[in-house]
């Protein structure tokens, strides 16, 4: 993650890309709520939310393959909202990579080139050079079906590259591939958008590849933006019981707001006690609301100090993860909780005991 990324704050001079109220509906449906985001130049930013959300519907608009129902879309400051696609000179990556069956690797590559007319030693050293960063060189001369999924998909960023395009849009570029692969290529997509400086925007619905990935992550839900930030503000200072749900394991303890403490903590009321916590930045409103603490930093025992929240429950069971056990607890309404603890740790605990547990307060966030 690069931490010296532009922070969530929307409204920038230095944006390479402005999304400005775009929207879109069919008919009576709404498949983009009105959308505002600027992208930096040179920033990676990710959409994730699950299926149906609108990722690609915001993507195509950017990209004038769909037409926006409203809204305006700036590039450097000019108004491209009605510019046909072939003047935008963006690069394009999509899941079905749509390589030139008919042609070898190398012409596929020089495709974007001849497009632009550009002179013939120039497009031989451009290809030889960006199939040689994609480690395809020795590939050159077969033809798509001679190739697996992977490299595949490396020709189709190699065909993207090879114009330096100043802005990349990929959607779900990874996702006919296999774990394994997936994630060298993430890995090989971050190197190349870092080299080349592009502006990239990336769809996925993968929490872990947007994680990994992204210098933003805007999180999708419901034809709009639930939260728009670095994937560490995102992980650890989610504002919505969606954002916190849908990127990594959270515990969510449902409730509702009693008021605060005498140091300006949030009190929530749950079926397992009351607790305290951060208020959500958007959260002032009365109703259900929700505490969420993340497994890593609850710790077994009782609480040592104050600033602290413990909780009693069952130890349900123990699952073995790999890098750590998983503590399974359930509470007396039957809400699961987990925590996590390293597998050569002493438990101090059967399983179907009841175990106390305790977390910081400043690690639990009120949202709704
Ligand atoms: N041409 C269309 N006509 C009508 N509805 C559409 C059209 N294109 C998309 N939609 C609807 O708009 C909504 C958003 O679609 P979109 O393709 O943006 O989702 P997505 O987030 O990319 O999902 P996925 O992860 O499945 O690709 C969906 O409910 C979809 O059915
Ligand atoms: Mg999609």
Not at 332 to 354: H, S, W
Request: aromatic share 6%.
């Amino acid at each position: 993650m690069n931490i010296s990324t532009p922070s969530a704050a929307t409204a920038s001079p230095a944006a390479k890309i402005r999304i400005d109220g775009l929207s879109k509906t069919y008919g009576t449906f709404t498949a983009l709520e009105p959308t505002t985001l600027d992208v930096q130049r040179g920033e990676f930013l990710t959409l994730l939310g699950p299926s149906g959300s609108g990722k690609t519907t915001l993507l195509q608009m950017v990209s004038g393959l769909t037409p926006a129902t409203s809204g305006r879309l700036s590039i450097d400051g000019e108004n491209w909202t009605d510019r046909p696609v072939h003047e935008r000179g963006m690069g394009l990556v999509f899941q079905h990579y749509a390589l030139f069956p008919h042609m070898t690797v190398e012409e596929n590559v020089a495709f974007p080139l001849k497009m632009r007319n550009q002179p013939a030693d120039q497009i031989r050293a451009a290809v030889a050079e960006t199939l040689e960063k994609v480690q395809l060189d020795k590939f050159a001369h077969r033809f798509p079906r001679e190739l697996s999924g992977g490299q595949q998909q490396r020709v189709a960023l190699a065909r993207c590259f090879v114009f330096r395009p100043e802005i990349i849009l990929m959607d779900e570029p990874l996702g006919a591939l296999d774990k394994a692969l997936r994630e060298t290529m993430q890995l090989e997509i971050r190197r190349l958008h870092r080299e080349f400086g592009t502006t990239l925007i990336y769809v996925t619905h993968d929490q872990e590849e947007a994680l990994v990935m992204s210098d933003r992550i805007c999180v999708m839900n419901h034809a709009k933006v639930e939260q728009l930030g670095t994937p560490s503000q995102i992980y650890s200072d989610p504002e919505t019981i969606f954002a916190a749900t849908f990127i990594g394991h959270s515990n969510l303890l449902q409730g509702t707001l009693a008021g605060t403490d005498d140091q300006g903590n949030t009190l929530i009321r749950t079926a397992a006690g009351t607790f305290a916590g951060r208020m959500g930045a958007r959260d002032a409103d009365a109703g259900a609301h929700a505490l969420i603490v993340r497994p890593e930093r609850v710790s077994l025992g009782a609480a040592t100090g104050p600033g602290m929240n413990e909780l009693r429950a069952t130890l349900r069971d123990v699952v073995y993860i790999g890098s750590d056990n998983r503590l399974l607890l359930d509470l007396p309404d039957g809400t699961e909780f987990t925590l996590r603890r390293d597998p050569g740790a002493d438990i101090g605990a059967e399983i179907g005991q009841e175990i106390t547990v305790h977390w910081p307060i400043e690690a639990g966030r009120v949202v709704s």
